[in-house]
């Protein structure tokens, strides 16, 4: 399944720029990063069920938000680009 990855972490306590550390490098094993908190990729079931179980490791439930939306396949999902964007990270989903 083609999935996008958006999450928001609550930086306004000491403890959550570790979270935030954290939930980038656990993101930046499955998918592939594209805009600050933002992430996409093919991933099988299994891979997203362990990268949920990963994630959630680290989020604090009160504080942090994580949004997966998944597709069937990524040619299901039509992407429109504003502003400047960084060629080298998104060429190869054009």
Excluded: A, P
Excluded at 29 to 40: A, C, D, G, P, T
Excluded at 42 to 53: G, N, P, T, V, W
Excluded at 81 to 87: T, V, Y
Aim: proline letters at 0%; glycine letters at 4%; one cysteine or more.
């Amino acid at each position: 399944m083609y999935v996008i990855l958006v999450y928001d972490i609550n930086l306004e306590q000491k403890e959550g720029k570790k979270v935030l550390r954290n939930v980038y490098k656990t993101c930046k094993k499955y998918l592939v990063h594209i805009q600050n908190s933002v992430f996409e990729g093919e991933l099988l079931e299994s891979q997203l069920i362990k990268l949920k179980s990963e994630l959630n490791k680290y989020i604090r439930k009160d504080k942090d938000s994580i949004i997966v939306f998944k597709s069937r396949n990524q040619r299901w999902m039509e992407k429109i680009f504003f502003g400047k964007i960084e060629k080298d990270k998104t060429d190869n989903f054009l």
